[in-house]
């Protein structure tokens, strides 16, 4: 049905010149031939129909035309072709605090940019409490703006984004800001709008963080969308396309990365082996691990997460301490310790990593990480091939169905 179409493009092209001679440009211009010249196309042939209520993301590398696709769907930027069609009120987090004037308070501000939301002067002033009691910045909202720290800025800018009841947000990977009570607050808000139906377009490089929030993705290479489905197919294409295009990956690198946050942080991730254990064999020892986390005594439960990496840096296998049901246990001086045991690894031979990961309570928002942070060696009395050792049978003689296969 039309009528709950609420972002349509049709034939979407967007390109640049790259002429650098004026008056080359000019030229071209006044006779409306914008068509002629070294060009960039940033986006080409863009169809594309989104529905009311619908949480789409946006993947693809660095310069793929993500953003170009974002700021057309915004308004801020006009296709050289086609047509873009948008139906309702836009909340966009693209460049937050774009437009605010430096030499204005805040106060100020919030009143400029209002009707570039959409709002009327009755509606900004009826908004405005909600706007500075979310963004936290007290008596700062009085003061010019070039005098706010770039977390006040941020928050600032966040607020008044949001307090607005889109019927759109769009979202370029700006998914929490500020420090961390501000990021869990603000990420919060946007799953309110998501559970209250807002049509959300959320551009981020985590995939995890897309099949999370997501129930469509679209990848975009090279000004193109090459895929549009549902989301957890999407992201498997993806990444599966970069493993083959990473040519760090391909030259056998794989980097050791870490970062901590305010609100949470990895202390310590270390294997429990026996000693004099250097390497582990197929499917008959276990692999065993202690996790030590730091975590605000004041911040909500976060929830752990563990991927097992191949020697290329493909993710094999994970866990997740709330896809078990577990719930983490803080002590009294903010510390969580975990064990982790894959009883009889049935990986074979090989080497591979550990990377620990640490979220939100909703198992969403990212508060730390280290990747990549421990290496097993994998070894293999047998000549079986492949990366997992999978459970199976054999029937020698067996015409038609088989016995082995369930019924009905």
């Known amino acids: ?10 034939d979407v092209h967007k390109s640049y010149s790259l002429e650098t001679r004026p008056w080359h440009r000019l030229w071209y211009q006044l006779r409306g ?8 196309h940033a986006l080409q042939h863009a ?12 993947i693809g590398r660095n310069g793929a035309g993500k953003s170009t696709l974002l700021q057309l769907v915004c308004g801020v930027l006009q296709p050289t072709r086609g047509e873009c069609v948008v139906h309702g009120r836009i909340a966009a987090l693209l ?29 900004i002033e009826q908004a405005m409490g909600a706007i500075i009691d979310f963004a936290g910045i007290g008596a700062f909202i009085d ?5 706010y720290s770039s977390g006040m800025f941020m928050r600032l800018a966040f607020s008044m984004a949001t307090s607005v009841d889109p019927d759109i947000l769009v979202i370029d990977e700006a998914l929490s800001v500020g420090d961390g009570a501000f990021a869990h607050k603000s990420f919060e808000r946007i799953m309110a709008l998501k559970e209250r139906g807002a049509t959300i377009i959320f551009c981020s490089h985590s995939m995890f963080q897309v099949e999370s929030l997501c129930t469509r993705a679209i990848w975009i290479e090279g000004g193109r969308i090459r895929a549009d489905g549902p989301a957890h ?33 990895i202390v310590r991730v270390q294997r429990l082996s026996p000693a004099g254990e250097d390497v582990l064999r197929s499917g008959q020892d276990s692999l065993a691990l202690e996790i030590v986390l730091k975590s605000r005594s004041d911040a909500a439960l976060p929830t752990l997460g563990v991927v097992l990496h191949g020697a290329d840096g493909r993710s094999i296998s994970s866990a997740g301490s709330w896809l078990d049901g577990v ?3 803080r002590d009294a001086n903010g510390q969580i310790s975990v064990q982790l045991c894959w009883p009889a690894l049935p990986l074979l031979k090989g080497r591979y990593t550990i990377s620990v990961y640490v979220l939100c309570d909703r198992a969403i928002n990212l508060w730390a990480a280290a990747e990549h942070v421990l290496a097993v060696e994998i070894v293999q009395e ?27």
Not at 1 to 10: A, H, Q, S
Not at 35 to 40: C, I, S, V
């Open 95 to 123: 460049e937050l605090g774009a437009g605010f004037n430096p030499e204005l308070t805040g106060r100020e501000n919030v009143r400029l940019n209002g009707p570039l939301l959409g709002l009327s002067p009755a509606q």
């Open 143 to 147: 003061q010019p703006v070039r005098s």
């Open 327 to 329: 719930a983490l246990a």
């Open 47 to 58: 169809d594309l129909i989104v529905r009311r209520g619908e949480v789409v993301g946006v």
């Open 1 to 10: 049905m039309t009528e709950d179409r609420v972002i349509e493009l049709r």
């Open 33 to 40: 031939r914008q068509d002629r010249g070294p060009q960039h």
């Open 233 to 265: 197919r999407v992201t498997v294409e993806y990444s599966e396309w970069l493993q083959r295009h990473d040519h760090d990956a391909a030259e056998g690198g794989v980097q050791a990365t870490r970062f901590d946050s305010e609100q949470a942080g």
């Open 382 to 408: 047998h000549l079986e091939q492949g990366v997992v050792s999978l459970p199976h049978q054999w029937m020698v003689g067996a015409v038609g169905r088989s016995a082995l296969l369930p019924s009905g």
